[in-house]
């Protein structure tokens, strides 16, 4: 993650897929809704750019830095505030990392490429270099482009993004991959993700609990 604190506690900052435990690369579709790994796509699964953001960077801010997934080392804290319909996924503040971690049967899985929240002249400069990938069980997964999109954000005090729990409104965007429920077992997800000068690499070994 990459962050820049501005006036009014607005800032900018760049996270990779945050995994908890391909629209198109830039430049691409900014609403692709193609199949992965062979499972149907489900209309009703996917969020809004808005709402995906906004309930993403809610997530991402609902834990201080000690317990926050995004710091999160080994996947130990990828279950914290996961939402009942969607289950998020975390990526680092700028380094490589290695988790483990269970997701639940029958739930959408949804996390960013590299993504960003600050004014809209940051996301236009985000995008214009931002590009990454998404690797599910040896076969590449389409993301969505997302240019910039007004989102509310709510955070909880010391959480590593902004520092306080007070809500606030900015623009999101970012290259975003929405998946429909995996299959129960085990899954393999190597995600990255690069724009201006911040890149982010995690490798996810994940397992689908049986219902």
């Not at 809500?167 to 997800?189: I, M, N």
Request: hydrophobic share 35%.
């Amino acid at each position: 993650m990459k962050i820049k604190t501005g006036g009014a506690g607005l800032m900018t900052m760049v996270l990779a897929a945050l995994v908890g435990c391909g629209g198109s690369p830039a430049g691409g579709s900014e609403d692709s809704t193609a199949p992965v790994s062979g499972a149907p796509s489900s209309a009703q699964a996917r969020l809004s750019p808005e709402d995906l953001q906004s309930r993403w960077w809610t997530w991402a801010m609902s834990e201080p830095e000690r317990t926050n997934p995004v710091a999160d080392e080994d996947g130990s804290e990828c279950e914290r505030n996961q939402p009942q319909d969607m289950w998020f996924l975390a990526g680092t503040f700028g380094t490589q990392a290695e988790r483990t971690c269970s997701i639940p049967d029958g739930v959408p899985v949804a996390f960013p490429l590299v993504n960003q929240m600050g004014t809209p002249v940051d996301c236009a400069a985000f995008m214009s270099t931002a590009k990454g990938s998404a690797v599910l069980d040896g076969k590449k997964v389409d993301s969505e482009t997302i240019r910039g999109e007004t989102i509310s954000v709510q955070g909880v005090a010391d959480n590593p993004v902004t520092g306080t729990g007070e809500r606030f409104t900015a623009t999101g965007c970012g290259l975003w991959v929405q998946l429909p429920p995996l299959k129960s077992g085990k899954h393999t997800l190597t995600i990255r993700g690069q724009a201006q000068d911040f890149s982010v690499g995690v490798d996810y070994s994940l397992t689908v609990d049986a219902a």
